[in-house]
């Protein structure tokens, strides 16, 4: 008796190629990150890491949309 499982797996991925590398460059250059250093001073090293991925996230859904999509793989596995 052969028993067939199937993996749902959810996949996310950006275009890449349609990212203007200077439009990306100036944004980031005035955002939180790097326009005023000195206001990071105080702030730990997780509200950085936070900072960090707000920042990034935020600018990479304007510059370079994601796309997702759902992959089914099937997994044939023998039952004796």
């Keep these: 008796m ?3 499982a199937t993996a749902i797996q959810q996949m996310t991925s950006r275009e890449w190629r349609r990212l203007l590398s200077d439009a ?3 944004d980031l250059a005035a955002s939180e990150l790097c326009s005023d ?5 105080d ?6 890491v936070q900072l960090y991925n707000r920042v990034m996230t935020a600018l990479l ?12 793989q099937r997994k044939d596995d023998a039952v004796v």
């Design 2 to 4: 052969t028993e067939v």
């Design 24 to 26: 990306f460059a100036s």
């Design 37 to 41: 250093l000195t206001a990071l001073g």
């Design 43 to 48: 702030q730990t090293v997780d509200d950085l």
């Design 61 to 72: 859904d304007q510059h370079s949309h994601s796309n997702s999509a759902t992959q089914s």
